[in-house]
């Protein structure tokens, strides 16, 4: 299964996935990415209103693997508490930068400054978790 609707309730499995760190994010067809063009505006609301069960699910259920969408899930682990999932799902996005399916690419990213949005979460992120940062 590679494209899912999205379900009416979050269900509590999905939720625990994204706060420990193994939510995964894998389609890369066109398919994927035309829905997840349909709910990246969706996305982005739900994460100004601290909305991070309905992000979460969005996420998921959408399941575009992409420097953005591994943002997001990012955003939703540290909003539901969970800041050492934040940190390896900032990691992966970073990881995505630039490939095909980056929101560089695409224009998706708009005015957000993706590479610099990842930095800084990741700096907070590892803070909060107790993450040692390498000396550079």
């Given amino acids: 299964m590679e494209v899912a609707e999205l379900p009416r ?13 193994t939510a995964q994010l894998g389609c890369v067809s066109s398919a994927c990415a035309d829905l997840w063009l349909s709910r ?9 209103q601290g909305r991070w069960a309905e992000l979460s699910t969005l996420l998921v259920a ?10 997001f899930l990012g955003r939703a682990a540290d909003g539901l508490g969970s800041p050492k999932a934040a940190v390896g799902y900032y990691e992966t996005a970073r990881g995505e930068l630039g490939n095909g399916q980056s929101c560089l ?9 993706l590479r610099k949005e ?3 979460a990741l700096a907070q992120d590892k803070a909060k978790a107790g993450v040692k ?3 550079r």
């Fill in 9 to 21: 309730t979050t269900a509590p499995e999905l939720l625990d996935t994204v706060r420990n760190g």
């Fill in 105 to 113: 690419v695409s224009g998706l990213c708009r005015e957000l400054d």
């Fill in 133 to 135: 940062t390498a000396a």
């Fill in 62 to 71: 959408t399941n575009y693997r992409s420097d953005l969408t591994w943002w």
């Fill in 118 to 120: 990842i930095d800084f």
């Fill in 40 to 48: 990246a505006e969706q996305a982005a609301i739900y994460t100004k």
